[in-house]
């Protein structure tokens, strides 16, 4: 596994105590930088009027030592009215909203791509209300994608085990991934793959049902959690979900990228005692499905 992979799934948020001090000291151009993807997640970057250079170099002011940054990446520069970002001819390009730049203003909500790490730039009066409540998302939410985490879905998990233990109510679940997914990084670039994870995403939540749970499970990974769902039923939309990706038109900097997903389908036993149990089932469906040609549902 790659060194930056290994962060594709991290859920630990870390946060800064000690900022009242410098944030007093700075009033131009109040604004932040927060890792909402990658590593170090929930680290802030206070900006001011400073220029802030930004890669794996020791002399940066925000250092990201991972092989997709470059030494001296990008950098951030404050004109007197707002900031700007700029790239320094870095090897995997920056980008912002999903598009490549060479030099950008950056406006509040942006979010900046810095090889595989996500940034958010938040500015404004209430930009310290508004850090807080990114990290109360992202305590919930994946980053990246925008729908719930891992650790949402763990959690969730378990309580509807446990409740279903006692009503007997039945439990689905359906895991899939995206079909060559590596092959969508290593042909367009990491962006394009986070971009192509952002559109079916977006596409998957527009058919998952009221009551259901669909989140990001791991890099290319999701799952959606069925309460009250039989498995046949379970298996319908199983099959709409592949059929509404198929159908779809993913694209990353006007490049149309055909993406296609291999499903596994699982109903919690009789016997099941963990939440654990239910996923393992579901997922060894979901390498059946992959080993019966991909792009199917079993």
């Known amino acids: ?25 700075s009033t131009p151009g109040q604004a932040f930088l927060v890792v909402i993807a990658g590593p170090r997640l ?28 470059s030494r001296l990446h990008a950098r951030v520069r ?25 030099e950008q203003p950056l406006a509040d909500g942006d979010r900046v791509g810095i090889g595989k790490v996500l940034l958010k730039y938040l500015s404004g009066t209430n930009v310290e209300t508004a850090y807080h409540e990114e990290i109360q998302r992202l305590m919930r939410y994946d980053g990246l ?5 891992r650790s949402h879905f763990d959690e969730t998990l378990h309580n509807v085990i446990w409740r279903a233990r006692f009503d007997g109510a039945p439990v689905s679940l359906i895991a899939f991934d995206l079909d060559h997914f590596k092959t969508i990084n290593d042909t367009h670039g990491h962006p394009a793959g986070d971009a192509v994870l952002r559109q079916a995403s977006a596409v998957v939540s527009q058919v998952v049902p009221p009551g259901a749970v669909f989140a990001r499970t791991g890099g290319e990974e999701f799952a959606v959690l069925c309460p009250g ?37 699982a109903e919690r036993a009789p016997t099941d005692q963990t939440p654990d149990a239910l996923y393992e089932r579901a997922d060894t469906q979901l390498y059946a499905a992959k080993n019966a040609g991909r792009n199917c549902v079993r």
């Open 145 to 149: 994608t925008g729908i719930f985490n």
């Open 1 to 25: 596994m790659a060194g930056d992979d290994l962060f594709e799934t991290t859920v630990e948020v870390t946060v800064t105590r000690d900022f009242t001090r410098s944030w007093r000291k």
């Open 78 to 102: 404050w004109d007197g009215t707002r900031h700007f970002i700029q790239d320094l001819r870095s090897t995997n390009g920056t980008y912002v909203n999903e598009n490549r730049v060479s």
């Open 42 to 69: 929930g680290h802030r970057v206070l900006l001011g009027e400073e220029t802030l250079d930004i890669g794996r170099g020791v002399g940066c002011g925000f250092q990201l030592d991972l092989d997709s940054v």
């Open 229 to 265: 769902v039989a498995v046949a039923q379970a298996w319908q939309l199983a099959e709409h979900i592949r059929r509404v990706v198929e159908a779809s038109a993913f694209t990353a900097e006007g490049n149309r990228i055909p993406v296609t997903v291999s499903v596994g389908v």
